[in-house]
Structure formats: C-alpha cells, structure tokens
C-alpha cells in the first residue's frame, strides 16, 4: 500500500495533529444484546485525530451467544410466569435454571 519509512509516517501523523499508541491487553469483550464478541490476543491502537479517540484492534475473534434469554424464555415456558418475575428468581438463583423453576413453583 504505501512504503513510506515507518519513522516519516509517524513525523507526517504528528503534522497532521493524529497520535497513535500501542495498548496492551490480552482480551477484549464487546458486550451486545444478543450475545458477545470476544478478541483473543488483541492488537489494540488507540488514535487520536483531533480531540476524536477511536481504537482499531484486531485478533482471534469468536462470537459467544448470550444463553440468558433462551433461559428465561425456557422458565416463563415451564412455570407460566411473567417476565420480571422470572428475571429475578434467575437473578437470585444466580443463573441456575433448576434452582429458579424451583424456587417460583
């Protein structure tokens, strides 16, 4: 793509006021509605472009499906249940699905 000494394109970066650094990390989880993106052995770069942060990474990504919905969907099912009533007795169970049948029954 460019080949530019990585020495100049730093000089030229500073010029045009963005600043790169390095951060280093083992794991980063974006966490999302429906379940989270996990990065393995990240390379992380965090740039500021005038007064705007924004971070570039990359690594060993794999998806992680959130099973907390499929659980209190399968409690409301099994004990008739409304929706909050269900998410406190998982709560309280901590996440034990037997536990929080158990414990609105």
């Not at 999302?32 to 007064?51: A, D, F, L, W, Y």
């Amino acid at each position: 793509m460019f080949n530019m000494n990585p020495k100049k394109m730093q000089e030229a970066m500073k010029k045009l006021g963005i600043k790169q650094e390095n951060i280093e990390a083992e794991r980063v989880i974006i966490e999302k509605q429906e379940g989270n993106t996990i990065i393995e052995n990240p390379s992380i770069t965090k740039i500021n472009m005038q007064g705007q942060e924004s971070f570039q990474i990359s690594g060993d990504i794999k998806e992680e499906e959130d099973n907390k919905e499929k659980d209190i969907q399968q409690i409301m099912e099994k004990t008739g249940k409304p929706l909050e009533e269900v998410k406190k007795a998982l709560e309280e169970a901590n996440g034990d699905l037997a536990e929080a049948i158990l414990s609105l029954n």
